[in-house]
């Protein structure tokens, strides 16, 4: 079965410093995007991210940026200046090697920003 | 432009009992998907609809069905409610399959609690 792997369930991060979260997926599309979520307490999935896989350029949305390593099918997001609100689950998707699911998510990282 | 809205926020059901839960898709937005999180997991995907016809499902029997209507809005109905079926349940909405931008956006989640 195809698998998204988070392999830090938990991360803490003082508040203002940069923190990394890692993501692998195992996709065998060819083109394709990656994407970020953060699911706060509030339960709602906002998309925080997105990375085409034919781009090399990494993307960036402000505080936050990708590590795209397409050969080693890695997906890290990086966040800098990191703020109380940033406090969330992160989930990392990617497509899936079946036509008929649209995303396949990992299990996610609960962070924490410490003031 | 009007994102993804989803109702009831919470449910309440008892085991056996038949529950319908509604998503209306964001504006330009034909496609809709819907998943399952349980508590500490990432979404699961059920199924999407696209013109008014299932287009995938994930791996989830078949008393779990759907519908989607001219207005592209749509609705998840579970029959035989088993306490298992306890999680939130997302609609996501995005723009056709096989146009290679397919981000989705999701809803606020409707909490179901089968006792």
Known sequence: ?115 | ETGVTQSPTHLIKTRGQQVTLRCSSQSGHNTVSWYQQALGQGPQFIFQYYREEENGRGNFPPRFSGLQFPNYSSELNVNALELDDSALYLCASSFPPGLGEETQYFGPGTRLLVL
Request: glycine share 4%; net charge neutral; charged share 15%.
């Open chain 1, 1 to 115: 079965a195809q698998t998204v792997t988070q392999s830090q369930p938990e991360m803490s991060v003082q508040e203002a410093e940069t923190v990394t979260l890692s993501c692998t997926y195992d996709t065998s599309e060819s083109n394709y995007y990656l994407f970020w979520y953060k699911q706060p307490p509030s339960r709602q999935m906002i998309l925080v991210i997105r990375q085409e896989a034919y781009k090399q350029q990494n993307a960036t949305e402000n505080r936050f940026s990708v590590n795209f390593q397409k050969a080693a099918k890695s997906f890290s997001l990086k966040i800098s200046d990191s703020q109380l609100g940033d406090t969330a689950m992160y989930f990392c998707a990617s497509p899936s090697n079946s036509g008929n699911t649209p995303l396949v998510f990992g299990k996610g990282t609960r962070l924490s920003v410490i003031a």
